[in-house]
């Protein structure tokens, strides 16, 4: 299978590489739907440029799924091994398009992945790539380069089976396919990213400033009648993110974000989340149900569900630094349906109320 993969300019590598004692070329593989089975949502996929995923039983190259527009680890085939790659830049293409370079590290710093789009367009929902390169380098090993094609792609959900559509009285329409979540190139402040999460699981490791910040600017959330489970993210050597619990729910718990200074924890400020423009009462709040943190782009979600499970709201923020050495979160999109009517249950689905431009 690795011959399959070489460009030419490679081949005088891998003839040195044969001639050593030691193989050190990196012996990538391609997988196809055995791996990719079973996931039906929105995916960054890529494949070797001259196959077709439709067509040919094996070209992906490089395949992360996407939940609730967060995009997951991505995976790589090595040899026998599925190997799982974290993004690393904190790069944000602005508009609907993805970066020009991304960059991807696997476990322990195994394989380093370099994805270079060249070029892409919008196809309708998705977001095509029909030319681009990935890099992959490990210590020891030449690096290995290879040509590829892909993108973003969201399918609708498939209809049912024959049998059901044959019973049916009318045809179901499709879903509306979910989108990564957007952020506008003219939001004020600087993007940052936060270090991997490292969670708690008792409040004795929060520092009593933090505590007391919430207990001070947080005054209804209750941390002590919660598990304690909780996590910190690093801003810099200097200042870290508290996602401290803060009260329990029938369906979930709910979670308060704080700052501090690593060097003086008394120094600690709760973090408001902003109220939607025209909506409700207007009130910013720092209470986020169900919440999930993006390091690379320290984007905060909340998928919240209420009743049978078919209505509820869906918040995205994004922590970004402004003047005076402070961080602040903004509105990314709120989306809301009121009603639990039995019909779509994906909160990514439900009507959209806000989104920032």
């Known amino acids: 299978m690795r011959s399959l993969l070489v460009p030419l300019a490679a081949l005088p590598l891998l003839v ?12 990538l593989r391609l997988f196809g739907t ?53 993004r690393q830049d904190g790069m944000q293409a602005s508009g609907r398009k993805l970066e020009d370079i ?30 681009g390169r990935l890099i992959i380098t490990r210590q020891g090993h030449f690096p290995f380069s290879i040509s590829v094609k892909g993108g973003i792609f ?44 490292v969670a708690f699981n008792t409040l004795s490791e929060v520092p009593s400033g933090v505590l007391d910040a919430v207990g001070r600017d947080a005054p209804n959330c209750a941390p002590a009648n919660t598990p ?11 200042m870290t993110l508290w996602e401290v619990p803060c009260n329990l729910y029938a369906r979930a718990g709910s979670s308060v974000y ?22 409700g009462d207007g009130h910013d709040l720092y209470e986020l149900r169900s919440p999930q943190v993006t390091p690379v782009n320290a984007v905060v979600t909340s998928a919240f569900y209420e009743g049978d499970g078919t209505c509820g709201s869906f918040e ?8 005076g050495e ?29 989104r920032a431009q």
């Open 228 to 238: 304690g489970m909780g996590v910190r993210y690093a801003i810099s050597d200097a």
């Open 34 to 86: 055995n791996v990719t089975e079973g996931y039906d949502g929105c995916r960054l996929a890529f494949w070797q440029a001259n196959k077709d995923p439709d067509k040919d039983k094996y070209a992906y190259v490089f395949f992360a799924p996407f939940n609730d527009g967060e995009e997951l680890p991505a995976w790589m085939k090595v040899g026998k091994d599925i190997e799982s790659l974290i």
């Open 258 to 279: 704080v700052t501090s200074l690593n060097d003086n924890p008394a120094y600690s400020t709760v973090l408001l989340l902003p109220s939607v423009p025209d909506h």
């Open 102 to 131: 991304r960059l991807y590290r696997s476990d322990k710093n195994r394989y380093t992945v370099l994805v270079e789009v060249m070029e892409q367009r919008e196809d309708g929902d998705d977001l095509k790539v029909d030319k």
């Open 316 to 323: 995205a923020y994004q922590l970004r630094a402004v003047e």
């Open 16 to 27: 040195l590489a044969a001639q050593a004692e030691e193989d050190h070329s990196i012996d």
């Open 154 to 197: 969201c399918p609708s959900m498939k209809a049912s089976s024959a049998a059901a559509s044959d019973q049916a009285t009318s045809a179901q329409p499709a879903a509306t396919p979910v989108e990564p979540i957007r952020i506008p190139a003219n939001l004020y402040g600087d993007a940052i990213s936060l270090g991997r999460g």
């Open 326 to 354: 402070a961080l602040e979160f903004f509105l990314l999109e709120y989306r809301e349906k009121p009603s639990c009517d039995g019909g779509e249950g994906n909160a990514r689905r439900f009507p959209l109320i806000y």
